[in-house]
């Protein structure tokens, strides 16, 4: 039942990715600059939602899913991405707290302008949290054969 339920949560996770890179490729081509068309900002907000999402149902979803799914003890957010660093899913746990910190960011601004402020973290650490997915994506895949 729980091996189901990996595969289906590594569905949504592979279409995720997918709107999360068509926004990334979107926001590369743009570049960070100073002023943003009405268009580049709207592109700009999507990948910063999408980035948050993405962020979110990894650490919180995905990854609860495989220890839940690898019988490692239901503890905290910390734990989680312990395990998950342990099973090198991605480098460096500092690197994973700071990409946190650029979501609650974005969740938690209101204002325009203080939100471009963010789209150069926002692309630099998408292209990681592609990454981080793909890395994920196979080692699921690897263990629900």
Same mark, same amino acid.
């Given at each position: =039942?729980?091996?189901?339920?990996?595969?289906?949560? =590594?569905?949504?996770?592979?279409?995720?990715?997918?709107?999360?890179?068509?926004?990334?490729?979107?926001?590369?081509?743009?570049?960070?600059?100073?002023?943003?068309?009405?268009?580049?900002?709207?592109?700009?907000?999507?990948?910063?939602?999408?980035?948050?999402?993405?962020?979110?149902?990894?650490?919180?979803?995905?990854?609860?899913?495989?220890?839940?799914?690898?019988?490692?003890?239901?503890?905290?957010?910390?734990?989680?991405?312990?395990?998950?660093?342990?099973?090198?899913?991605?480098?460096?746990?500092?690197?994973?707290?700071? =990409?946190?910190?650029?979501?609650?960011?974005?969740?938690?601004?209101?204002?325009?302008?203080?939100?471009?402020?963010?789209?150069?973290?926002?692309?630099?650490?998408?292209?990681?949290?592609?990454?981080?997915?793909?890395?994920?994506?196979?080692?699921?895949?690897?263990?629900?054969?």
């Amino acid at each position: =039942m729980i091996k189901e339920k990996l595969k289906q949560d =590594m569905k949504l996770l592979e279409k995720q990715l997918n709107w999360l890179k068509l926004s990334y490729g979107e926001c590369k081509e743009i570049s960070v600059k100073d002023n943003y068309s009405i268009e580049e900002f709207g592109k700009f907000e999507i990948l910063c939602s999408r980035y948050s999402r993405g962020i979110d149902f990894l650490i919180r979803k995905i990854f609860r899913t495989i220890d839940e799914f690898e019988f490692e003890n239901q503890g905290t957010l910390v734990d989680v991405v312990n395990n998950a660093h342990k099973r090198g899913l991605f480098e460096d746990i500092e690197e994973l707290r700071i =990409m946190k910190d650029v979501r609650n960011t974005i969740v938690h601004e209101y204002i325009e302008d203080a939100l471009v402020d963010v789209f150069d973290e926002v692309l630099e650490y998408s292209g990681k949290l592609i990454l981080i997915i793909e890395n994920t994506l196979e080692y699921i895949n690897v263990k629900t054969k």
